[in-house]
């Protein structure tokens, strides 16, 4: 769920504070650009122009292969239903389609393969609802264009079970409603196109959580065609990729592009993530958001104009919070979770021209069986009954930090933060980072009220950034959201941030 700063802007309002911020209105064209407007960038050498360039699969089929005839309708469904497991399938290039009933889909066995030669697709015609599903493990799809489902909202097209040690390779998923592609533990999702989607390009969401992901060299743009946070405003339920109680999770070298909403979402009890050499480019809202989650490393990534539509939006509505290109939302190192690292690393990383910089986030009153708690279902991953965190108990060790989701334990460092003189003025809106509470209130018998925790994630908790390079106009928002500081106060006690760091007005190259 998005992270609880404030009350949420009313639908209205945002509609409008969008249509402002993007020159354009639900029913006119657009006539100013929504944030800087440098030419598209190549993609990563790992992941390539994979929407516009789809490798083709093999043009025969392979030896014991069962060919697959797209003039039969739903002859894939069927021969998937005959066939023993550890079945390759060939498709033929072609409109392959189910039949007619909605939840009518492809139910794999262990081991099957699916091949799509050269020009196949399966089509859902925008009566099916899922494409392949089943609990059967180690299923893989290749070389497939999949189009045209019409999965319901969070779940997904292909793998709607989640089904484990699933293998996507080199497939285009687009043009779906719901999530192009669920997962489930040990995932591979390798050199795919994940392209306007009507939710998400892949929801990587099973009850009881997914472990051993990886996400790797994909395309991912153009997802959350829908617009669900309009629809349903604050409901944290949109983005290019959404990752919900992940542990161990590496995602490398993909290309997040233009999605509407948030590239990358890990939120609710994720754990040990990778987040290494994507370019994250031109989405409407953040980058990254890593909520309620535990320990990662963020290096070595390229992020570029993203957030302008959210960030201004959000500015012209009034609210002074420093909304973020990498957002971390009660999210911190925590040795007592295994993982890779036992802190969030954030370093290495080349952010340029986005609305912000990194926001360090702690809601006073989000915890563990409080009611201001988005994911009220859920607790951390150090109290495994959420009727413990109550008072009296709550009040007193070990409860009164292990009911919490703390931001703690991050280190940024390494990184270039860069907003240039091509970007329309935003003075005193963006170009900032922050480390901030809000005041605790409710509810009332939380023992979290005051300033308890703006004090704690601004000073006491291990949060440090140092060695870093600013170019151009950066603030600093620290304890509360209306407090701004700039470079030297910033450095100076009490906050002591960004020792061995520069800050200069224009790039020297």
Same mark, same amino acid.
């Not at 570029?304 to 999210?331: C, H, I, K, M, Q």
């Not at 994911?375 to 150090?382: A, H, I």
């Not at 409860?399 to 703690?408: A, F, I, M, P, V």
């Given at each position: 769920?998005?992270?609880?700063?404030? *009350? =949420?802007?009313?639908?209205?309002?945002?509609?409008?504070?969008?249509?402002?911020?993007?020159?354009?209105?639900? @029913?006119?064209?657009?006539?100013?650009?929504?944030?800087?407007?440098? =030419?598209?960038?190549?993609?990563?050498?790992?992941?390539? *122009?994979?929407?516009?360039?789809?490798?083709?699969?093999?043009? +025969?089929?392979?030896?014991?292969?069962?060919?697959?005839?797209? %003039?039969?309708?739903?002859?894939? %469904? %069927?021969?998937?239903?005959?066939?023993?497991?550890?079945?390759? &399938?060939?498709? #033929?290039?072609?409109?392959?389609?189910?039949?007619?009933? *909605?939840?009518?889909?492809?139910?794999? +066995?262990?081991?099957?393969?699916?091949?799509?030669?050269? @020009? =196949?697709?399966?089509?859902?015609?925008?009566?099916?609802?899922?494409? &392949?599903g089943g609990s059967a493990p180690g299923v893989a799809i290749r070389y497939l264009t999949v189009r045209g489902f019409v999965a319901p909202r969070d779940e997904g097209v292909v793998n709607h079970d989640s089904a484990d040690g699933w293998v996507v390779e080199h497939s285009t998923i687009r043009d779906n409603s719901g999530a192009g592609l669920m997962a489930g533990s040990r995932q591979r999702v390798r050199a795919n196109c994940l392209r306007d989607n009507g939710q998400y390009g892949m929801n990587a969401y099973k009850e009881g959580g997914v472990r051993g992901l990886v996400v790797e060299g994909n395309e991912i743009t153009g997802n959350n065609k829908d617009d669900w946070e309009r629809q349903r405003p604050d409901c944290g339920c949109s983005g290019g990729v959404k990752f919900w109680a992940v542990d161990g999770a590496d995602v490398r070298g993909n290309w997040v592009h233009g999605n509407r909403g948030t590239g990358l979402w890990a939120d609710t009890n994720n754990n040990d993530f990778l987040i290494e050499g994507n370019l994250i480019e031109d989405n409407d809202g953040a980058a990254l958001i890593y909520e $309620?989650?535990?320990?990662?490393?963020? #290096?070595?990534?390229?992020?570029?104009?993203?957030?302008?539509?959210? @960030?201004? =939006?959000?500015?012209?509505?009034?609210?002074?919070?420093?909304?973020?290109?990498?957002?971390?939302?009660?999210?911190?190192?925590?040795?007592?979770?295994? %993982?890779?690292?036992? *802190? $969030?690393?954030?370093?290495?990383?080349?952010?340029?021209?986005?609305?912000?910089?990194?926001?360090?986030?702690?809601?006073?009153?989000? &915890?563990?069986?409080?009611?201001?708690?988005?994911?009220?279902?859920?607790?951390?991953?150090?109290?495994?009954?959420?009727?413990?965190?109550?008072?009296?108990?709550?009040?007193?060790?070990?409860?009164?930090?292990?009911?919490?989701? +703390?931001?703690?334990?991050?280190?940024?460092?390494?990184?270039? &933060?860069?907003?240039?003189?091509?970007?329309?003025?935003?003075?005193?809106?963006c170009a900032r980072m922050g480390v901030l509470s809000n005041y605790g209130t409710y509810p009332d018998w939380s023992p979290y009220q005051g300033e308890r925790v703006a004090r704690a994630i601004t000073q006491d908790q291990h949060n440090s950034w140092h060695d870093n390079v600013y170019v151009g106009p950066w603030t600093f928002v620290v304890h509360d959201a209306s407090r701004a500081v700039g470079f030297e106060q910033w450095r100076e006690a009490p906050y002591r941030q960004d020792a061995g760091s520069t800050l200069r007005a224009k790039d020297g190259g």
């Open positions: 769920m998005r992270a609880a700063r404030r *009350r =949420a802007l009313p639908a209205a309002a945002l509609a409008l504070a969008l249509a402002a911020a993007t020159g354009c209105d639900d @029913g006119g064209t657009t006539d100013a650009t929504p944030g800087p407007t440098a =030419a598209p960038s190549a993609p990563p050498a790992s992941a390539a *122009r994979l929407c516009a360039e789809p490798a083709a699969g093999p043009a +025969k089929a392979p030896a014991g292969a069962v060919t697959v005839d797209p %003039a039969v309708p739903g002859d894939l %469904a %069927a021969k998937s239903e005959s066939s023993p497991p550890h079945t390759t &399938f060939w498709l #033929r290039p072609g409109r392959h389609t189910l039949p007619s009933n *909605r939840y009518d889909q492809v139910i794999p +066995k262990e081991g099957d393969v699916y091949l799509g030669a050269p @020009g =196949a697709v399966l089509d859902g015609r925008r009566s099916n609802h899922y494409a &392949f $309620i989650s535990y320990n990662a490393v963020i #290096r070595k990534n390229t992020i570029r104009r993203n957030n302008w539509v959210e @960030g201004r =939006a959000y500015a012209a509505s009034g609210d002074t919070f420093p909304f973020a290109t990498v957002y971390l939302s009660e999210s911190g190192g925590e040795p007592r979770v295994r %993982a890779r690292t036992d *802190r $969030i690393d954030v370093s290495g990383n080349v952010l340029e021209n986005n609305w912000s910089g990194i926001t360090l986030w702690e809601n006073a009153d989000r &915890f563990c069986n409080s009611p201001a708690n988005t994911s009220s279902g859920d607790c951390t991953l150090l109290v495994k009954d959420i009727r413990r965190c109550a008072q009296p108990a709550i009040a007193g060790p070990p409860l009164y930090s292990d009911c919490r989701w +703390k931001t703690q334990r991050v280190d940024v460092h390494g990184n270039r &933060f860069v907003l240039d003189g091509s970007v329309p003025a935003c003075a005193g809106r």
